[in-house]
């Protein structure tokens, strides 16, 4: 699917907090907007701020979003294993399951989806960039969805980001593309 044919893109980020979920979403509203689509960025997260449990649902589209209350998605971005286990069946016949190698030990197993593993602890790791984890998989999701262009993901980073820490960009935008390689 082209990113012309590709009207609207309804996924779900999922993980513990810490692991950037939701930083990852807003990343991708703010980089929607960036490129002129309607988005909607709804985070949700347990009462602890780290470790607990996070998710969030973005939706991109070309056209008006006409309710943000979805049950089934696109995509789904599952960071541990719960998350895994809970939304694998959420995920739209012919969408796309992306997962964390290092926190998954049962990967997904339907075969009506797209299912790409991703190091990305691993990968940012050997850049030295730890804070890079959520970029390397969000460089999977977009080019496994082709939902928005980097272009519009580093203008969406300058939008997301306190202006302190603009000069990480350059390394984010490292990990975004060592990221996409896992969906090639």
């Not at 044919?5 to 703010?30: P, W």
């Not at 949700?44 to 996070?54: I, L, Q, V």
């Not at 850049?127 to 969406?156: C, H, P």
């Amino acid at each position: 699917m082209s990113k012309n044919e590709n009207k609207t893109e309804e996924v779900l980020f999922a993980g513990f907090g810490g692991q950037g979920v939701l930083s990852m979403g807003q990343i991708l509203a703010y980089s929607g907007m960036m490129e002129g689509k309607e988005v909607c960025w709804m985070p949700s997260y347990g009462p602890e701020m780290r470790g607990g449990t996070a998710n969030c649902v973005v939706i991109v589209s070309n056209e008006e979003i006409i309710s943000p209350i979805i049950s089934s998605y696109d995509t789904v971005v599952a960071l541990n294993q719960p998350s895994v286990e809970k939304f694998e069946k959420a995920v739209k016949p012919g969408g796309t399951m992306i997962y964390e190698t290092s926190t998954v030990d049962v990967p997904p197993t339907r075969k009506d989806i797209t299912i790409i593993p991703v190091s990305a602890n691993e990968t940012a790791l050997k850049m030295g960039f730890q804070k890079g984890f959520n970029m390397v998989v969000l460089g999977a999701f977009i080019e496994a969805r082709k939902t928005i262009s980097a272009d519009g993901v580093e203008k969406g980073l300058k939008k997301a980001l306190p202006e302190r820490y603009h000069k990480m960009i350059p390394q984010n935008m490292e990990a975004f593309a060592k990221g996409a390689a896992f969906a090639n």
